[in-house]
C-alpha cells in the first residue's frame, strides 16, 4: 500500500518504512520544524473541564 507524503505528497510505500507516513528524512524534518516554529495549532482553547475528561472515562 502507498500513502501520500503529507509535506510534499509525494506516493510512498506505507509497509517498512521509516519515516512513515512522511516520504524522507527530509520531510520528517520539516514537519517537525513546523510544530517547533508553532506553524500548526489546536483551532480552539481547551476548556478546564475539557482537559480532565478523557482520563475519568472507562
Do not use: Q
Not at 21 to 41: I, N, T
Amino acid at each position: 500500500m502507498e500513502v501520500r507524503c503529507p509535506i510534499c505528497g509525494r506516493f510512498t510505500p506505507y509497509a517498512d518504512n521509516p519515516n512513515r507516513p512522511f516520504c524522507s528524512v527530509r520531510c520528517k524534518g520539516k514537519d517537525l520544524f513546523r510544530w517547533v516554529d508553532e506553524d500548526y495549532r489546536i483551532s480552539s482553547p481547551i476548556e478546564e473541564g475539557e482537559a480532565n475528561e478523557d482520563e475519568h472515562e472507562t
